[in-house]
């Protein structure tokens, strides 16, 4: 265990609530990775392709009111 890890944990008691969910962000933010490009591209690619079969009547779109019928019923 790193001695930052031990100061943290030693010290944990003495924060304040505010203190303790600042750090929990802070912890939970460094380890967020970087966008991928390659997955930006891919979601990009699938709305588009979505987008098209929309405009070109491939596929009808499904109102919300319709979604909740078939879930709730």
């Known amino acids: 265990m790193s001695e930052a890890l031990k100061s943290?944990?030693?010290n944990i008691e003495h924060m304040t609530s505010s203190e303790k969910a600042l750090a929990a962000h802070c912890l939970l933010?460094?380890?967020e990775e970087k966008p991928n490009d390659d997955?930006?591209?891919a979601w990009l690619a699938l709305s588009?392709?979505?987008s098209k079969e929309l405009v070109t009547g491939e596929v009808k779109a499904v109102s919300w009111?319709?979604?909740k019928s078939q879930l709730f019923s």
Do not use: P
């Open 8 to 10: 943290v944990l030693e």
């Open 29 to 31: 933010s460094s380890l």
């Open 39 to 41: 997955v930006d591209s």
């Open 48 to 50: 588009q392709a979505r």
């Open 65 to 67: 009111e319709q979604i």
